[in-house]
């Protein structure tokens, strides 16, 4: 029962440590996307993030009324890009596609948030910089403090790391309790629009 005991005591001092503060102002930027600028929201992340991106999509849409999509979710065109251009370009090249501009949104969930140091998830990295680049608001759920994401976004949630050993299944779980805290969230309740008014 060691370990498992270590782990569930790890989760319960994440808990305790997650900065409410951060959560609550990608909250307001989630608000501000849907009410002010009607802008679209775009998950990105790969490996577990890659499937949280596509759980999230949903709640997003269905339980707070947001425009949402993560590029993940079309697996044909996500392996053609890496097959034809490299993997580095697979999410900026969809983005461009997609015609991200300053109204909208990218959300990165990823334990590091790429590195171009380390060489690592540098397709984040190059969304992250289109991003920035065409106006667009970045927000992270992320695992690391010196990641890229971490480090350039305009808001973002860092899962405390307590153990060096477990950051990944942390980093993972805790980006599902966070979204699904947003996502439940009494400012992004959804009010259905109803058709053939207003």
């Not at 999509?69 to 392996?79: I, Q, R």
């Not at 949104?105 to 540098?122: A, R």
Request: charge should be negative.
């Amino acid at each position: 029962m060691g370990y498992t005991q270590d782990y569930l005591d790890e989760a319960s001092e994440i808990i305790n440590l997650l900065d409410i503060e951060s959560i609550e102002r990608l909250v307001d930027a989630l608000v501000f996307l849907r009410d002010k600028s009607c802008g679209r929201l775009f998950l990105l992340g790969v490996g577990g993030s890659a499937a949280n991106c596509s759980h999230a999509v949903n709640d997003f849409r269905k339980l707070c009324g947001i425009e949402a999509y993560a590029p993940t979710d079309n697996v044909s065109e996500l392996t053609a890009r890496t097959n034809d251009d490299g993997w580095d370009s697979t999410f900026v090249e969809w983005l461009k596609v997609s015609r991200l501009g300053l109204n909208d949104m990218i959300l990165v969930l990823s334990v590091g948030g790429g590195s171009i140091e380390t060489g690592v998830s540098l397709n984040l990295v190059e969304a992250v910089r289109y991003a920035k680049n065409v106006g667009a608001c970045v927000a992270g759920i992320v695992g690391r403090y010196d990641g890229y994401t971490a480090e350039v976004a305009d808001t973002r949630v860092v899962v405390p790391e307590v153990n060096p050993e477990t950051i990944t299944p942390h980093a993972e779980s805790f980006q599902a309790v966070i979204w699904h805290l947003i996502a439940s969230h009494p400012a992004l309740k959804y009010v259905p629009i109803e058709l053939g008014r207003g």
